[in-house]
């Protein structure tokens, strides 16, 4: 089955404390992204991959690093996280013919994380 | 930074009856358009990209897309309860960047 898979799909942590949450695909998807969702302001794209080591900033990156070593692996690191970075985070991919179109989503379950 | 404006709603119609849905964005130079829904506590799916000016249908669903006026909309004919959910406009800006609206809750009522 085609599919994007998070993990975990809940985390409770405190603040300053790292954690990863991991993203893969199985469809051979180019591109990936990071999203958080937070009530009244929608999703926001806080990184992106066009390919295998080539990533950037969306527009909320400040407190996150990804990074891209295999295709299909997608992991959002949070190095010090804090109370504002409580949100529910979807990792999605989607085909990208050599950069020039982008097909539309396939969304991972998500991930609700909390830092207290 | 781009902007995707859309009514946040509650857009409330009746079982069988035509919704209509709306997006404006901002960039000009915008090339591919699309449309998820997302049912409460789920993630986004998506039901209708479109990249052309004019309409492209897919069952009950009807994307519209007009360049010149910034606008895109998604139809959504004989509306069924299941329908009931968010509807996420999505714009990709440059190839690369996919700014999403907040979405329009749809209310279909029986």
């Known amino acids: 089955e085609a599919q994007v898979t998070q993990n975990p799909r809940y985390l409770i942590t405190v603040t300053g404390k790292k954690l990863t949450v991991t993203c893969s695909q199985n469809?051979?998807?180019?591109?990936m992204s990071w999203y958080r969702q937070d009530p009244g302001l929608g999703l926001r794209q806080i990184y992106y991959s066009m390919n295998v080591e080539v990533t950037d900033k969306g527009d909320v990156p400040e407190g996150y690093k990804v990074s891209r070593k295999e295709k299909r692996n997608f992991p959002l690191i949070l190095e010090s996280p804090s109370p504002n970075q409580t949100s529910l985070y979807f990792c999605a991919s989607s085909l990208s013919v050599r950069g020039s179109a982008h097909y539309g989503y396939t969304f991972g379950s998500g991930t609700r994380l909390t830092v207290v | 930074q781009k902007e995707v404006e859309q009514n946040s709603g509650p857009l409330s119609v009746p079982e069988g009856a035509i919704a209509s849905l709306n997006c404006t964005y901002s960039?000009?130079?915008?090339?591919?358009f699309f449309w998820y829904r997302q049912y409460s506590g789920k993630s986004p799916e998506l039901i209708m990209s479109?990249?052309?000016?004019g309409d492209k249908e897919d069952g009950r669903f009807t994307a519209q897309l007009n360049k010149a006026s910034q606008y895109v909309s998604l139809l959504i004919r004989d509306s069924q309860p299941s329908d009931s959910a968010t509807y996420l406009c999505a714009v990709m800006y440059g190839y690369q960047k996919v700014t999403f609206g907040t979405g329009t809750k749809l209310q279909v009522i029986p």
């Open positions: 479109i990249y052309s000016n």
């Open positions: 469809m051979n998807h180019e591109y």
């Open positions: 960039d000009r130079g915008s090339q591919s």
